[in-house]
């Protein structure tokens, strides 16, 4: 999801005397860590294009039109400046100071302090032509402009405290914004504007009902424009509720129920209120925008792209946030709650933070793979490199249609994937190089009955001998002969090769086609008689001996599960059976499986996970692995 468009580049004037430069020597106060476009660095005077690495006290930036950069401080806050600016990083008494001399900036503190990055605590002041605004120690994200006459102060996230010219002292709160005069300091409310939601039936059926109805109608396949107090609910499926104007949209899940109490938005900030009754709501949160929903009891606020789930419990929620970092608001209480973590909220006890366990099938990143599952269930995406990430999925190669954006401090992240389709994934590291990429795709699996039973082979009789070739078991197969005239019946005998004794199966039936169902015949060599009868059961002729052989052919294009079957009984063991292809590798819940010479297996395993599942990893030389999973009761 592209981030929002930076405002027009402002002149300012340059660095206030205020700032004092100490005269010791070089000292590291920042990270350059992400470069776009055009983007210059001076130093002692001299200019090199800027690369992520360390920026020093007196050490300028500056962007081009198509430039933009990110600047890490130690304790984890960070500066994100725009095209076409300009600032030079200084240190006074109070601490470190972003002098910008034109262009704009945007801070960012994040909310959980004890678990920012090891450093030293940084103090931040942004510099402008009007005075100065201080950045605390909280979670907090605030965007500067500056025009002509004037200072614009927006209070994305947090408190911070804005010092005009003249010495005046004021606190901006989130929500407000604060304008800064040569005379002083004015703040307003941030002016919310209503949003129109627009509903649709993503999958199975959604209804939604007007605000003072009883009467509840389906979602029509164009969508339905929501007002303020209408209501959605999902008996089977997903209603998805898009934001004019917004990346940002919401995911209502099967037996799911919300009222819309209303959707506004104000500078970069969207904000939703909602009244989930029941079931689950999936949040997936712009980049480059501060987000909040607020919920009866509960607001949650995002200032950048966040993958949330929220489920309505008894007393309560849960959330979950599958990526990004955001915070629990109630009352005058704020936690934070970072991506792969999990929050219980209950009555008026504070909230419960735990971590979110990984998906018990995981799939690593790697492109081109196959997922055959007849249930859709959360599968891990995997990467292998500790730290903090950038997680982008997508239903599209090109990630335009996202599934989930976000920070990550984990080497996975859980992802529910569709029935049939696709996703891609990559992971990149703040300073946007790439740790990871993958795709995979899904879907129930492929029916092998029809070309590995080959349900009725016909076997004719006369001189030549028949051979069957087949995989898996033994196929049904057909005996037939020239239709006899007078004939009531056929029977067929079937014996063994060098065991005429006794027949292995016998068969009647009254057309010259007698059939014999799957796997009553075994491998190997038989010989074989139709008898035509009459009505009174003498034999009309005699019957010829004739030559059969099933021969089992390792062949298969494909995995052949036997067993376990999809919703079969788990117990402590589960018989695996089946065939591999040739030349293939064949692993169970992790673990290698032996075949046989023909490449058939037939053991034992433990069931993993609740439920219990069977994941099976085909592969194959120069072609993506394979995975089939079989869920147990």
């Not at 930076?6 to 004037?13: D, F, G, I, L, R």
């Not at 990055?117 to 100065?132: D, I, M, S």
């Not at 040739?582 to 297996?601: E, I, M, Q, Y």
Request: aromatic residues 4%; contains cysteine; hydrophobic residues 40%.
């Amino acid at each position: 999801m592209p981030p929002s468009t930076p405002p027009h580049p402002v002149v300012v004037a340059e660095k206030p005397a205020e700032v004092v430069v100490p005269d010791a020597g070089v000292v590291e106060l920042a990270q350059l860590v992400v470069v776009t476009g055009e983007a210059r660095l001076e130093r002692g005077g001299r200019q090199s294009p800027a690369v992520p690495g360390p920026l020093s006290r007196g050490d300028a930036v500056e962007t081009g039109a198509d430039g933009a950069v990110t600047v890490r401080f130690a304790d984890g806050r960070t500066v994100e400046v725009g095209p076409d600016a300009r600032f030079v990083l200084e240190e006074d008494s109070s601490g470190v100071v972003v002098a910008v001399s034109r262009g704009f900036v945007l801070s960012r503190v994040p909310a959980d302090r004890a678990q920012a990055p090891a450093g030293p605590k940084v103090q931040l002041t942004l510099l402008t032509p009007f005075g100065l605004t201080r950045v605390g120690a909280d979670g907090s994200a605030v965007k500067v402009d500056v025009g002509q006459d004037e200072g614009r102060v927006e209070v994305l996230l947090g408190t911070v405290e804005v010092v005009a010219k003249n010495g005046q002292t004021v606190r901006a709160e989130q929500g407000q914004v604060a304008s800064v005069k040569v005379e002083g300091v004015t703040t307003r409310v941030l002016e919310l504007a209503p949003v129109e939601v627009t509903v649709h039936a993503a999958t199975g059926r959604a209804e939604w009902r007007q605000k003072g109805s009883a009467r509840w109608r389906g979602v029509d396949k164009d969508g339905e424009a929501l007002k303020a107090g209408d209501s959605v609910r999902v008996r089977q499926g997903t209603a998805l509720l898009k934001l004019e104007g917004s990346e940002s949209t919401l995911s209502l899940g099967s037996g799911g129920e919300l009222v819309v109490d209303a959707v506004s938005r104000a500078g970069s900030t969207d904000e939703a209120r909602l009244d989930l009754r029941k079931g689950e709501l999936g949040l997936m949160l712009a980049p480059g925008r501060a987000s909040r929903v607020v919920l009866p009891g509960l607001s949650l606020e995002s200032d950048g792209a966040a993958r949330l789930d929220v489920r309505r419990t008894g007393d309560g929620f849960t959330v979950d946030s599958r990526a990004g970092d955001v915070t629990l608001v109630r009352g005058g209480a704020r936690k934070p709650l970072r991506a792969g973590e999990r929050a219980t909220v209950a009555g008026e006890a504070t909230a419960r933070v735990e971590a979110l366990e990984r998906a018990l099938f995981s799939l690593p990143s790697a492109e081109g793979l196959q997922v055959f599952q007849r249930r859709p269930m959360e599968v891990a995406l995997t990467w292998e490199e500790a730290g903090e990430v950038r997680v982008e999925v997508a239903s599209d190669s090109g990630f335009k249609k996202p599934v989930l954006a976000g920070s990550s401090r984990s080497s996975f992240v859980n992802v529910l994937p569709p029935a049939r389709g696709s996703l891609y994934w990559r992971v990149l590291r703040p300073d946007g190089s790439q740790v990871a990429r993958g795709s995979a795709s899904f879907g129930p699996e492929r029916s092998t009955k029809g070309e590995l039973d080959r349900l009725r082979n016909r076997v004719p009789e006369g001189p030549e001998k028949t051979t069957i070739f087949f995989q898996d078991k033994p196929p049904a197969v057909t005996f037939t002969c020239e239709a006899e005239q007078g004939a009531a019946s056929y029977k067929v005998a079937v014996y063994r090769s060098g065991a005429l004794g006794q027949p292995v199966v016998e068969r009647s039936s009254s057309t010259p086609q007698v059939p014999l169902q799957a796997g009553l015949l075994g491998e190997g060599n038989f010989l074989w008689s139709i008898t035509p009868v009459s009505p009174d059961g003498r034999p009309l002729r005699g019957g010829r001996m004739n030559k059969l052989e099933l021969v089992f052919d390792n062949s298969v294009p494909m995995l052949v599960i036997s067993t376990p079957r999809e919703g079969g009984r788990a117990g402590s063991r589960v018989r695996v059976a089946g065939v591999a292809p040739v030349d293939t590798k064949l692993f169970v819940n992790g673990r290698p499986l032996a075949l046989d010479s023909k490449h058939r297996f037939n053991t034992w395993v433990e069931p993993e996970g609740q439920p219990p599942l069977v994941v099976f990893k085909l592969s194959r030389p120069g072609a993506p692995d394979a995975y089939t999973v079989r869920t147990l009761k």
